[in-house]
């Protein structure tokens, strides 16, 4: 599984990080720091990834089966 963050819906709520501490962290400004990426997931880590991206009230966060193209 993959994770991938649109920085553009990214509004610096810091709702992700707070649920998925082994796997987000936050950027001086609040703002997830990881945004802008898609990278694989751990099999240990993909149901923090999944209760971030339902944490995320823009929609920012993806969990997916194959990488995004346009993260
Ligand atoms: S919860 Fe969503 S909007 Fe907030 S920092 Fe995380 S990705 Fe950005």
Redesign the pocket.
């Known amino acids: 599984m993959f994770i991938a ?1 649109d920085e553009t819906k ?8 707070a649920v998925a501490e082994d796997l987000l962290s936050d950027d001086d400004e609040g ?2 720091a990881e ?1 802008g990426r898609c990278w694989e997931l751990p099999a240990d880590l993909v149901a923090q990834a999944q209760d971030a991206a339902d ?4 929609g ?2 993806a969990v997916t089966e194959t990488a995004a193209a346009d993260a």
């Not at 990214?10 to 990080?17: A, D, Q, S, T």
């Not at 944490?55 to 823009?58: F, I, K, M, N």
């Open positions: 963050i990214c509004m610096g709520h810091g709702r992700c990080y703002f997830v945004r944490a995320c009230p823009e920012a966060i």
